[in-house]
Every structure is written in C-alpha cells, then in structure tokens.
C-alpha cells in the first residue's frame, strides 16, 4: 500500500479522475458502505464503470488488485467509525467524581489507540526525512496546537535541529512568508479547517518550502497543502468543550516522531542531549 491511507489518496486522486472513473470515486468517497463487500462486478455496475476501470482505479490508488482495495476501505471505514463513536462522548452532568475519572481516561485510551492505527510508518519514516534534510523547520499553530507545537519544538532544540516558533499569528504568516526552497513546516490543526494555518501553509508553500499537516482531517483544506499529512482519530466534535483527547492525541503522534528521529540519528542524538540539556538544583534534604 502506498504511504497515504486509501480515502486521503482517493480524495487526491479526484480531481484527475477521468470521467468513467468519476462516477465510482464519488459513491466511494461519500458512500462506503455501499461498496464494501461488493464483488467487483457488483461495484462497476453500481457505478456505470466496467471491470476494467475499477481495476485500473485500484491499482492508481497504489493497491494490488481490487480484494486489496476492499481490505483497505473495510479498515479505514471501521477506523473512521471508531472515531465517531469515541468523538460523540462529550462531558455530561455526572454526580461522581470517580466517573469523570474513568470517562476521561478511557476517552483518552481509545483516542490513542484509533489514532495509533491510522499511523503508518512509510508516512513516519517519509517525515523524518524531511525533518533530517531541512535547512530549518518553522513550526506553526493557534489555541491547544500551539501547545503541540511548542512541545515539539522543544524536543528538536534537544536534538539541535534549527527551528522556529511564534506565538503570535501575524508573526507566524510573516514567517511563513520568508521562508524558502529547503525549509520545512510543520503546521498542527486538529480541525484541518482553521484558516490562519491554511493561510500560512499556502504562503510557506508558494516559496518553495514543504509541509507537513498534523490533523484529523485528512481531506481538508489544510491537508491539501501538505506533501505529508499525519493524521490522528477524529475523536472530539469540532465545537468542543476544550481540547482533551486530540491534544493526548497530537502530542502522541509528536513523541512517535520525535523518537523515529532520535532513532534513526541514535548516536548524534546521544551527543547532542549533554550539550542541551539544563541542570537542575540538587534539592536539599
């Protein structure tokens, strides 16, 4: 399988879709459970398409054949509803303490755990390239993924990766605006819809410098600027109490790769922490 999951490489794919292929990418799209389970023969009939066409459509989406292709629509559809399962348990009046205490955390676990099977690790590995061969890396992000943002930027400083963050939005697009050809962002929405961060990441873009998108929105404005696109569960409603889940989620997915980096630069890393790091006061006792 390629390193995209099957529905973002399909939503990809749309707009050059050839026109016996538009009909079947759209029923796929919008309707997945229509398809699944379907024999081939059933889906091109389905869509006006001939065999053929759905073969040719499933190898472009980078899988083997078109039982390759239903193993991948099942997964991801199931993954998907995990997430709407989990994104619907939003706070309710409850006399317990010890209830909100095991809400949130099991809301917390089932976050983490959706998310961790939508990382792939070519995506993973694809990042960690890009950060390794980035002239600097500007990081960007507003309200809780600032805070994702800030975090990660203090692991790289650890590993003496040259990088940037701002706090304020107009000084975030003004970096955004210099950069150049061989820089990298790095820009973290849980929504994929916030328009600030689509505004620096087409500015970023139109210099010259790659991206990479942490959200849950995998087909959204914000992704379609990314050249990688780290996803995480859709497991909060878009107007939500407060950032919980995504952001365990956002920062889960900053620690994989941030320790995929220190991985594959083990022994630099291990020079590097000494020189970066801050000695604490010896308590007194």
Not at 59 to 87: P, T, W
Not at 162 to 178: E, G
Not at 236 to 262: K, T
Request: with cysteine.
């Amino acid at each position: 399988m390629a390193a995209k999951g099957l529905l973002l490489r399909l939503k990809d794919y749309q707009v050059k879709a050839s026109a016996a292929e538009k009909n079947a990418v759209t029923i796929i799209l919008n309707h997945p459970d229509m398809v699944i389970g379907k024999s081939i023969h059933e889906f091109a009939d389905l869509a006006y398409a001939s065999p053929a066409t759905i073969i040719r459509l499933c190898r472009k989406l980078g899988c083997a054949g078109y039982r390759d292709f239903q193993h991948a629509l099942v997964y991801e559809n199931a993954l998907f509803k995990d997430s709407r399962e989990i994104s619907v348990q939003e706070i309710i009046p409850t006399p317990s303490t010890e209830d909100i205490i095991q809400k949130v955390t099991r809301k917390n676990i089932e976050s983490l755990e959706t998310s961790r099977k939508l990382v792939e690790p070519e995506i993973i590995d694809t990042c960690v390239k890009m950060i390794e061969e980035s002239r600097i890396i500007q990081l960007f992000g507003l309200g809780s993924s600032l805070l994702v943002a800030r975090d990660l930027y203090l692991k790289l400083i650890r590993v003496e990766k040259l990088c940037n963050i701002c706090d304020d939005w107009h000084a975030q697009l003004l970096a955004a605006r210099t950069m150049k050809r061989g820089d990298l962002g790095i820009v973290i929405s849980y929504s994929g819809l916030t328009e600030e961060m689509i505004t620096c990441a087409k500015a970023a873009k139109a210099n010259g410098a790659r991206i990479i998108v942490l959200t849950r929105a995998a087909d959204s404005k914000l992704a379609a600027e990314a050249d990688c696109v780290l996803a995480v569960a859709a497991t909060e409603l878009i107007l939500r109490s407060g950032a919980m889940s995504s952001r365990i989620s956002q920062l889960n997915m900053v620690d994989i790769l941030y320790v995929a980096y220190v991985n594959k630069h083990y022994e630099s890393c291990m020079r590097s922490f000494p020189k970066t790091h801050i000695q604490k006061p010896l308590e007194e006792y």
